[in-house]
């Protein structure tokens, strides 16, 4: 406690001292960014696809800002550890962070206590990608269309399984209960890849997963995808109606975004920015985007700010509904 | 046949210049890295995630494979010298191996490691390419109920077949068990015992827990001892195990394999429950029980032979299904995505080079693993005649590396000195650490699975039994039970667990 205390208190005089010296010298310094490499906090465990995403991008920046883009996964908490330690970093544009629609929007949502404020504690960068999210059923259950699950939920009690308690996927099923008006149980795993195990296996015969993760089983026929949860179709799978075709307004994905501490210099932020564009500009990078079925929106950072208000706006009555909370 | 003529495609592909030069490098990696007690496959991977960018998928995928089962031969190479488990998986080889490392048996132990896991390589290798789609039918069958009956008919086998201080190997589990519910309670988020640390909300991690326990403790232990400074047997004897210790091993080796060869295919720590359930079988058929923890050869050669199994079988669901088994696993996925290959199903009928082309390649990465290290041992061993004012330091600072290397977590090196301690005291009150690690890799599998099973029957306790493949796994845990409790065999109980005078 001691120890954690006096590095936060450590950190904070550093991070008043830069600022103070940014204040004095403003911009020399700024000019040559960046003179050093680059740390891309990953608030996930490697493997997972805000990780992928987060790999490609940080390869193609190096190249772009002349720096390696050195990427550190610090996951646990569901990704706040990550976000909490880029929230306390100094705010150069050294330590920045893959942000996700759980570290800006649900997480600071759920939990009770706040290690971070998603809004007064980061500087936002670019908003990179969007990625559906995909309800998929057993190939056995009696239902080909949303309408005719919703139906069945009706008539009989089921269950969803999800990658946890409060990720994306939960939430997107608790939207789809709400909406639609139906009690289905919630089965949470720790992870996407238990919960598609137990959806092939017939244990669970629903699930809410990400379109990448899901769609290898989607294809081969072990999966029947009902419905994509983006507004409009996937051009990976444009067989799959969208589930706001049947539920109108229906409208949830999982996104990555690059934020910087709150204090970053602008002339920092718009380099980063700029970095983050022209790699996901590249065929290459657009091309592995394509294979997670990740749509590019590379925006700039007042994009990014509104689009984080509005997923706040968004999901804020979604978690109140579905009585979600976490110490 | 097609079987024969899918391995031929396979043989075809990774016996190319190019593949083999990278087989070679992800063997040679992962032992390296398996030899550094604590930095592990997974931060290894993910650091060479983006360099296989630029590699054909099939040579990426053969490298990553290749550090994968490379560090787990290298990861039993210090279990056996240091006692510092260097993989999850190989924290049971410690117990044995390290004391035959006292003994002057170093050598031996670390050929039959070698030759017990080439042996469960060669096999397993086999078996995925046979059953690859079987089994994966088999693991798919296992709903939360089946682990359930699983778990418990494992901690049922392993308390229950000790005696003596059954009692300290009871205390020990279940503190275990507490370990592990250390995080967040995975069905409502609630916090447990974490103290209020959020850098502990997903659990204590393994690999802190282990190299605690077994690691710092045994530092500690030697550094109090002047007079019996063990750590650095200097002679390590011959290498190439005698007529009679092959005979001891086949057993082990072979009863090793299947069982790991069986549990790698289940996701969760396949690897490390296969090692567990190794020792204790061959603890129970062993002739002279007394032997194990005082360097049994048995204790070696299975859990390795076990252990490698389990990390060749663990591709099967991945190979088959494009479902992880494990971090590493999960890490492979990723590097088939980036290379545009999406995982699953389908991966074996249109990319039958790449498929076919991994699995021929394990073979031959065994094959190469058993080459290098048979002479390399000559060099692990050389370790052990490093005086340790400069080893010790050298250890701690490896493995702190890897511990924080794992997710960047100041408070796993934390728990690293707490559990250092912790297995000190324990070692001093004659408390084994082996059961507190089965309890702690246990208890929180047993509460998720225990606890979905009952979500997904609405409550109803009877769908452990209703199911016949959990019916099975309990009936078989009762049977264990009351074999035990039988007065004639319990005079022949044995000792399991408790393989005490440290």
């Known amino acids: ?59 193609r920046m190096s190249q772009d800002l002349g720096q390696q883009v050195i990427v550190q996964n610090v996951g646990g908490a569901g990704g706040s550890l990550g976000a909490t330690q880029v929230a306390e970093a100094e705010p150069d544009g050294y330590t920045i962070l893959m942000g996700t629609v759980a570290t800006h929007a649900l997480n600071p949502l759920i939990l009770k206590q706040k290690p971070y404020d998603p809004v007064a504690d980061f500087a936002p960068v670019s908003l990179l990608v969007l990625v559906p999210n995909v309800l998929a059923v057993h190939p056995d259950v009696p239902a080909d269309t949303v309408q005719e699950l919703i139906d069945l939920a009706k008539a009989e009690p089921l269950a969803y399984a999800s990658s946890g308690n409060g990720t994306p996927l939960h939430l997107s099923g608790e939207l789809f209960k709400s909406m639609a008006g139906v009690d289905i149980t919630h089965i949470p795993y720790k992870g996407s890849g238990p919960a598609l195990t137990d959806v092939l296996g017939k244990q669970v015969p629903i699930i809410f997963d990400n379109l990448p993760s899901a769609s290898g089983h989607v294809s081969s026929g072990k999966l029947k995808a009902l419905g994509v949860t983006t507004a409009e179709r996937s051009p ?26 709150a204090g970053t210099p602008p002339e920092v932020v718009t380099r980063l920015a700029d970095a983050a564009k022209a790699a996901m500009a590249d065929p290459k990078v657009a091309e592995q985007m394509a294979t997670f079925s990740a749509t590019i929106v590379a925006s700039d950072p007042a994009a990014l700010a509104e689009h984080v208000a509005a997923e706040m706006a968004k999901w804020e009555p979604v978690v109140k509904g579905a009585n979600v909370s976490m110490d | 046949m097609e079987f024969l003529s899918n391995l031929a495609l396979g043989f075809s592909v990774a016996s190319s210049l ?60 210090t279990a056996i010298l240091i006692n510092m488990p260097g993989e999850s998986s190989s924290a049971v080889t410690a117990i ?99 103290m209020g640390i959020t850098a502990y909300a997903d659990g204590l991690n393994f690999v802190a827990v282990a190299v605690g326990v077994f690691g710092i403790a045994e ?33 082990p080796v072979l009863r090793g394999t299947g069982l790991g060869s069986v549990l790698g295919i289940l996701p969760g720590g396949g690897a490390i429950l296969a090692s567990f359930a190794s020792y204790t079988v061959e603890k129970k058929l062993s002739k002279n029980p007394g032997e194990f923890g005082h360097g049994a050869i048995a204790g070696v050669a299975g859990p390795e032979s076990a252990n490698n199994a389990g990390a060749q079988t663990s591709f099967i669901p991945l190979l088959t299904l494009g479902i992880p088994a494990n971090p590493v696993m999960a890490l492979m996925i990723g590097a088939m995505i980036i290379q545009g290959i999406v995982p ?15 699995i021929a390649s394990m073979w031959i990465g065994n094959l190469m693993l058993v080459v290098l290290n048979l002479p390399l041992i000559g060099l692990w061993v050389k370790l052990l005649k490093v005086p340790y004012f400069i080893l010790f330091p050298i250890i701690m600072a490896m493995c702190s590396i890897g511990v924080y290397s794992v997710a960047s977590n100041t408070w796993d090196l934390y728990a690293v000195a707490f559990f250092g301690l912790l297995g000190y005291v324990m070692g001093k009150l004659r408390f084994e650490p082996a059961p507190l690690l089965l309890g702690f890799v246990l208890g929180p599998l047993l509460e998720e699975h225990l606890r979905r099973a009952l979500i997904l029957s609405r409550g109803d306790a009877a769908t452990f039994i209703n199911r016949p493949i959990s019916l099975t796994l309990l009936l078989l845990a009762v049977g264990v039970l009351v074999l035990v409790f039988l007065p004639a065999i319990r005079k022949s109980r044995d000792e399991v667990f408790t393989e005490s005078e440290g």
């Open chain 2, 344 to 358: 699953g199903p389908n991966v074996a009928s249109e990319q039958p080079g790449l498929f076919w082309g991994i």
């Open chain 1, 236 to 261: 990976a799978f444009p067989d799959v109606p969208a589930i706001g075709e049947t539920l109108p307004g229906y409208e949830t994905y999982s996104w990555n975004a690059l934020f910087a501490p």
């Open chain 1, 1 to 59: 406690m001691t120890a954690d205390f006096t590095r936060r208190a450590m950190l904070a005089t550093t991070a008043a001292l830069t600022m103070t010296l940014a204040l004095t010298h403003a911009s020399p310094a700024q000019a040559d960014f960046p003179d050093r490499s680059i740390t891309l906090v990953i608030p996930f465990a490697a493997g997972g696809s805000t990780d992928l995403v987060g790999r490609v991008v940080a390869e």
């Open chain 2, 96 to 194: 044995d191996g390290y004391q035959m490392a006292r003994k002057g048996r170093a050598g031996i132990a670390l050929a039959v490691a070698a030759i017990g896991s080439f042996f469960a390589g060669t096999v397993s290798t086999f078996l995925v390419a046979l059953f690859a789609p079987l089994l994966t039918t088999v693991a798919l069958k296992f709903g939360s109920a089946e682990y359930f009956s699983l778990m418990v008919l494992g901690l049922i086998m392993s308390v229950a077949l000790a005696h003596g201080s059954v009692l300290k190997a009871l205390a020990m589990v279940v503190l275990g068990l507490l370990l592990g519910m250390v995080g967040s309670d995975i069905y409502d988020g609630t916090p447990r015992f974490t």
């Open chain 2, 219 to 251: 530092i500690l232990r030697n550094l109090e001892d002047e007079h019996d400074r063990q750590v650095l047997t200097s002679h390590v004897g011959r290498l190439w195990p005698t007529r009679e210790d092959f005979r001891a091993i086949v057993g």
């Open chain 2, 18 to 77: 190019e593949n083999l030069t990278f087989c070679l490098i992800g063997v040679l990696l992962g032992t390296l890295i398996g030899v550094l007690p604590g930095i592990g496959a997974t931060a290894t991977i993910a650091m060479l995630l983006p360099i296989t960018f630029q590699l054909e998928p099939v040579s990426s995928l053969i490298m990553l494979a290749g550090i994968y089962y490379g560090a787990q031969y290298g990861g039993s190479t």
